[in-house]
Nanobody, 114 residues
Framework: QVQLVESGGGLVQTGGSLRLSCLAS???????MGWYRQAPGTQRELVAF???????TYDDSVKGRFRISRDNIPNAVYLQLNSLKFEDTAVYYC?????????WGQGTQVTVSS
């Protein structure tokens, strides 16, 4: 069972940037991987995903501001967050796309101050 560990979150002002990392314990090269987020009181939602071949898709709310990428050495997926808005505040998770209920990690908190 692959384990995923997210990192890179923090407190940032509106308009700031962060880079989130997701490190996998095993080979995820062929998997489509996604970043998700969950704000307090809301359901977890998909932010972006990237195929094994590097094709990316973004939710409209982050299009043009966030960028998903991946490296196969190490087995990692990244999410560059730019032009952050208050409403981007959430816990961010990585998982396969579609997500597997068995591999949700602890996530990494992103807090954007207005």
């Amino acid at each position: 069972q692959v384990q995923l560990v997210e990192s890179g979150g923090g407190l940032v002002q509106t308009g700031g940037s962060l880079r989130l990392s997701c490190l996998a314990s095993g080979n995820i090269e062929t998997f489509t991987m996604g970043w998700y987020r969950q704000a307090p009181g809301t359901q977890r939602e998909l932010v972006a995903f990237i195929t094994g071949g590097g094709v990316t898709t973004y939710d409209d709310s982050v299009k043009g501001r966030f960028r998903i990428s991946r490296d196969n050495i190490p087995n990692a997926v990244y999410l560059q967050l730019n032009s952050l808005k208050f409403e981007d505040t959430a816990v961010y998770y990585c998982n396969t796309y579609p997500p597997s209920s068995k591999v949700w990690g602890q996530g990494t908190q992103v807090t954007v101050s207005s």
